[in-house]
């Protein structure tokens, strides 16, 4: 990867409903684990993260709604690692099965993502702020497992497309610095009920 430009990311949150029959409105927090292809993100680990977002009814079986996720990843041009601030929208369509209890859905996410590292670049004894955004879209899909009458297990998998903007250096944009790939996420977490019947 182009060396102050480490990557990125992207993310990804987790929503849900507790039972498939009727989507209602639903609180969740979740971990979220994340790998970047291509090669922009050569120097760049997977890293780990965390989510919170709530959904709402948009249907008897699809709900939309929104996020904020945090991640940190280690890139081998840092010593310090790079945090990642995400931004996200997501729809969703469940299938209904007879005991309710286990839920497939597919979904579709759009986002937008702020990566950032404070680092002495030049030596000179003081740290540079590097920081770059870009959007980012993609398409999976999971599985709901009922824990309770309010609650849910949401698990699933998503393989987003990246794209980054040139980074900017202490306020100062670089030119030459876009970052394009692809990102793949393992999602788990909890979702709680907290409307509807």
Request: net charge negative; no cysteine; aromatic share 12%.
């Amino acid at each position: 990867m182009r060396r102050i430009y480490p990557p990125f990311l992207v993310i990804a949150f987790i929503v849900s409903a507790p039972h498939a029959a009727r989507a209602q409105t639903t609180l969740g927090i979740g971990v979220q684990y994340l790998d970047f292809g291509g090669s922009d993100f050569d120097a760049t680990d997977a890293g780990f993260g965390v989510e919170g977002r709530v959904m709402f009814p948009a249907g008897k079986s699809a709900l939309v709604g929104g996020g904020i996720q945090y991640s940190s990843h280690n890139d081998a041009d840092f010593s310090n690692n790079i945090g990642v601030l995400g931004i996200l929208g997501e729809g969703r369509y469940q299938f209904s099965t007879k005991t309710g209890k286990v839920t497939p859905y597919v979904a579709g996410r759009l986002g937008w993502a702020k990566a950032s590292v404070s680092e002495d670049l030049d030596g000179d004894g003081v740290d540079d702020h590097v920081k770059w955004s870009g959007i980012t879209f993609g398409a999976g899909g999971g599985l709901l497992v009922a824990t309770g009458p309010t609650s849910s297990f949401d698990f699933g998998l998503v393989l987003h497309s990246v794209s980054f903007g040139d980074a900017a250096v202490n306020g100062t944009s670089i030119s030459d610095t876009k970052l394009s790939g692809t990102a793949f996420q393992f999602r788990a977490g909890m979702s709680f009920k907290v409307g509807g019947k």
